[in-house]
């Protein structure tokens, strides 16, 4: 009998060895990265060689939006997987996002199912790392630390005034702050937070880890970025306007008065400059990070994604932030590869970045927790499903709503102003035309005005007369 139990160990054990190794998990996230920057995405301001080289190893979905185009909103949509919208004391958001505890934070999630989790580089939604489920910070870069700095008159390299990160430090493990890694947004920020990331892979792989890496590029202020040297202005966008037509709601926001309307084409050339040099400086991240995994041997049993909070305008439609629902803005590039994701892939199937926490559950093999608003993709990257959204929504503060279909029609509303913009997007990619007034659309305005309010109402959208707040 001796031999026969032998035996059955031995094969046991050779089952053992040859089961797949759980994947690790590698979010780098960009900071107002314009979905068509980069060179996968059709952009040639700037060369991007190592994102083209993941996207051409990956899947790409060329229809992702943010949902929000802010920064904190943004974020925090993508840890819960959930709308912020009209969530009890939250209304339209406006202020630090209130996670709901009953539902578990994707690096929660992960913590508790056996990946270690790393959070590195920016940290801009409620609590600390270490309170949403991150077991390790390497290079946190927060707000506070150094109050008031950098020095009033500070000023980026085309002469504008020093206003994004001010008193921005580093903080250790204990939250204590590093003003001596630089005070605010410096040239080596990134480059900071990619080597601690990088060295966070070179510990870490012999176990599962989610490493969530937020770069603050390309961002404002625009400083020169390391080791680079200016080079011939580019061309402006086709949706190029020297201011925008309305006030779509963030007129005065600090982002507008960065190059104050109206603006001369050559200052927003001299911006965009700058601009897609720090673009550059995120693709030169990403590859230290990518070449990481490589050097640890674990880049095959790695999940990459690669994404960004929001896009910005930079010029488009006479507006410099990121703050409104044109494509420029609420548009964000996303990358997936890895084990399990097709190469040399594109998808137009529309999709939230909330969404990347169920696919994410699927993908790794775990129960998507209840509560979620996001949908996983992962049909659509099996191939069983095109769409998973027949329609997609956006909007910001009270001020602006969002509604665009599958087949690329998109209504902008601006309840503050009781104003309705209609573009079809495959005929008018950059939305120049709108439609809104012409009669021969008025019963597509209609329907798409009745989609848009049915999803307000299931939201409990403060906007919608029913729930707005005294």
């Known amino acids: 009998m001796r031999g026969p139990r032998l035996q059955l160990l031995a094969a046991l054990l050779a089952v053992v060895t040859a089961a797949p190794a759980a994947p690790k998990v590698l979010l780098i996230l960009a900071d107002d990265l314009r979905p068509d920057a980069p060179g996968f995405a ?68 992960l913590a508790r199912s056996g990946w270690y989790t790393v959070h590195a580089g920016k940290w801009h939604v409620a609590g600390t790392p270490a309170q949403r489920g991150f077991r390790e910070t390497a290079g946190m870069f927060s707000g506070g630390g150094a109050a008031g700095q950098p020095a009033a008159g500070e000023r980026t390299p085309s002469g504008r005034d020093v206003t994004g990160y001010r008193g ?18 410096t040239p080596e920020t990134d480059r900071i937070i990619t080597e601690r990331a990088a060295a966070a892979i070179g510990r870490l792989r012999d176990q599962p880890f989610f490493l969530q890496v937020n770069l603050t590029a390309p961002h404002d202020p625009l400083l020169e970025p390391p080791g680079s040297r200016q080079g011939a202005l580019p061309e402006l966008p086709a949706n190029f306007r020297p201011a925008p037509a309305f006030d779509t709601g963030n007129i005065t926001g600090r982002d507008e008065r960065i190059v104050p309307a109206p603006r001369s084409p050559d200052a927003v050339r001299t911006e965009r400059e700058l601009y897609f040099r720090w673009v550059e400086e995120v693709d030169r991240n990403v590859g230290e990070l990518l070449a990481a995994l490589t050097a640890s041997g674990i880049r095959e049993r790695t999940l990459v994604i690669f994404s960004s909070d929001n896009g910005l305008a930079l010029g488009s439609h006479g507006l410099m932030g990121k703050q409104n629902q044109y494509e420029h803005s609420l548009n964000v590039p996303l990358v997936l590869a890895g084990p399990e994701i097709p190469a040399a892939r594109r998808l137009a199937a529309q999709c939230y970045l909330r969404d990347l926490y169920p696919t994410l559950c699927e993908l790794l093999g775990l129960p998507i927790p ?26 910001f503060t009270s001020a602006q709503r969002m509604i665009r279909t599958t087949d690329g029609w998109k209504l902008i509303w601006y309840p503050m102003l009781d104003r309705t913009e209609l573009f079809h997007l495959p005929a008018d990619p950059d939305e120049l035309r709108d439609l809104a007034g012409e009669p021969a659309h008025a019963a597509r305005l209609e329907d798409l005005r009745a989609r848009l309010a049915a999803w307000q109402f299931r939201h409990r959208d403060p906007a919608t007369p029913a729930f707005r707040h005294p």
């Not at 505890?101 to 994707?106: E, I, N, S």
Request: hydrophobic share 40%; glycine share 16%.
């Open 42 to 109: 059709g952009g040639r301001a700037a060369r991007t060689p190592h994102l083209d080289a993941l996207a051409r190893g990956g899947t790409v979905f060329s229809r992702a939006i943010c949902s929000y185009p802010i920064c904190h909103v943004s974020r925090s949509e993508l840890l819960s997987g959930q709308l912020a919208l009209g969530r009890p004391g939250q209304g339209a958001p406006g202020g630090t996002v209130a996670f709901d505890p009953a539902t578990p934070l994707l690096p929660a999630l």
């Open 168 to 185: 921005w430090t580093f903080k250790d493990a204990t939250g204590r702050a590093q003003p001596e890694l630089g005070v605010g947004l």
């Open 370 to 395: 209840s509560g979620l608003d996001g949908r996983s993709l992962a049909p659509v990257i099996r191939g069983e499903r095109t769409e998973i959204h027949d329609a997609v929504f956006g909007y």
